[in-house]
């Protein structure tokens, strides 16, 4: 169940005022937990991935259908697994707000969920007026 805003507005105080309070031991608790749990998927992945290509050869070379199959899908587990720790790792701020709170060491997580991007629009106009235009040239013979 995500935050109110009441319970984020409070968490972004205790963490201001632990960070001006003691900035050494703030760092220390927010660089190496995160950076050693994805430093060890990081780790596992590879191991991982490496073991999956010495399960895709061993099916080859003996002709084991099962076992590279296998291989191929630890290989590919291995490859998500270690992509979303550094995916999670180089996360870019959305927002001028989050980047100022990432330089600072702060973030905030809207229950674990990204805020949706907006896409640009593609052409003049919404998606129906694009479509009665189309269909004026079509009446007109313009294609």
Do not use: C, N
Request: charged share 25%; proline share 4%; glycine share 12%.
């Amino acid at each position: 169940m995500p935050l109110s805003e009441e319970e984020l507005r409070m968490l972004e105080q205790m963490e201001r005022a632990l960070l001006a309070e003691d900035p050494k031991f703030a760092s220390t608790l927010r660089g190496s937990r995160m950076a050693g749990s994805v430093r060890r998927r990081i780790i596992l992945s590879s191991t991982g991935f490496v073991i999956g290509i010495a399960l895709l050869m061993t099916g080859v070379v003996a002709r084991q259908e099962i076992v590279g199959i296998v291989g191929f899908l630890v290989m590919l587990g291995a490859a998500v697994f270690g992509l979303t720790a550094l995916r999670a790792r180089h996360a870019v701020p959305d927002t001028p707000e989050q980047a100022l709170q990432a330089s600072q060491g702060l973030t905030v997580i809207d229950g674990g969920r990204r805020p949706r991007r907006q896409r640009a629009p593609r052409g003049s106009g919404s998606f129906m007026e694009r479509m009665e235009q189309r269909w004026r040239r079509r009446r007109e013979g313009g294609y």
